[in-house]
């Protein structure tokens, strides 16, 4: 069955400070795989996708960036994080064509810039 | 690109009570549409899905929704609500631009 892991699960960083959330899932191929940033009452707001090693799409303009270095791999990271950057950030993938099945969801990252 | 509307962002009833999420879509096309749910403290998952044939859905847990085409509406009903379902519900749709749009979510707390 297919799993999909994030770490960490909560993050304290100061402003200024580099970031690197990982997402990984296991038992399924060439995954669709999607960064999203969740507020409350705001709704899931999508960051990046991907759908193949180092293709990346960004959705919005934001101090965000993603990669992806492997198949089942998508790093969300930042140079230098800005108080905005505070929020939960949710990883999932997909399979066929992007953006229109069931997409399925990780833990989360609750991270919080002070 | 779709959007997505969910309003009454909290809902508080008791339980035995009936339930209904409005969700409103603006998109002219094909649609997939779904209903997302996130107890506290899971994961959000999957409660139920439309992408063809008979527009009344049967999902997890009692609950089912509606596609009214005519009305850009996908509906989510439990004709009788139990504590466990204090969650958040999220609406979303595919539609032709290959993203998959989030309305704001209704924040549902069931009192027993």
């Known amino acids: 069955s297919q799993t999909i892991h994030q770490w960490p699960a909560t993050l304290v960083q100061p402003v200024g400070s580099p970031l690197s959330l990982e997402c990984t899932v296991e038992?399924?191929?060439?995954?669709?795989l999607y960064w999203y940033r969740q507020a409350a009452g705001r709704g899931l707001q999508l960051l990046f996708y991907?759908?193949?090693?180092?293709?990346i799409s960004s959705e919005v303009p934001q101090n965000l960036s993603a990669s992806r270095p492997q198949d089942r791999q998508f790093i969300l990271s930042s140079k230098k994080l800005l108080l905005s950057d505070s929020g939960f950030y949710l990883c999932a993938w997909s399979v066929g064509a992007m953006g229109v099945g069931e997409q399925f969801f990780g833990p989360g990252t609750r991270l919080t810039v002070l | 690109a779709q959007s997505v509307s969910q309003h009454n962002h909290h809902v508080i009833l008791s339980e035995a009570a009936s339930l209904e999420l409005g969700c409103n879509y603006s998109?002219?096309?094909?649609?997939?549409l779904f209903w997302y749910v996130q107890y506290p403290g899971q994961h959000l998952q999957l409660l139920l899905k439309y992408f063809s044939g008979d527009p009344l859905v049967k999902g997890i847990k009692g609950f089912e929704a509606e596609f009214i085409k005519s009305k850009f509406s996908f509906n989510l009903r439990k004709p009788s609500v139990q504590w466990s379902d204090t969650a958040e519900y999220f609406c979303?749709?595919?539609?032709?631009?290959?993203?998959?749009?989030f309305g704001k979510g209704n924040q549902v707390v069931v009192i027993p």
């Open positions: 998109y002219g096309g094909t649609v997939n």
């Open positions: 979303a749709v595919a539609g032709g631009n290959n993203r998959l749009a």
């Open positions: 991907s759908v193949g090693i180092g293709q």
């Open positions: 038992g399924t191929s060439n995954p669709n």
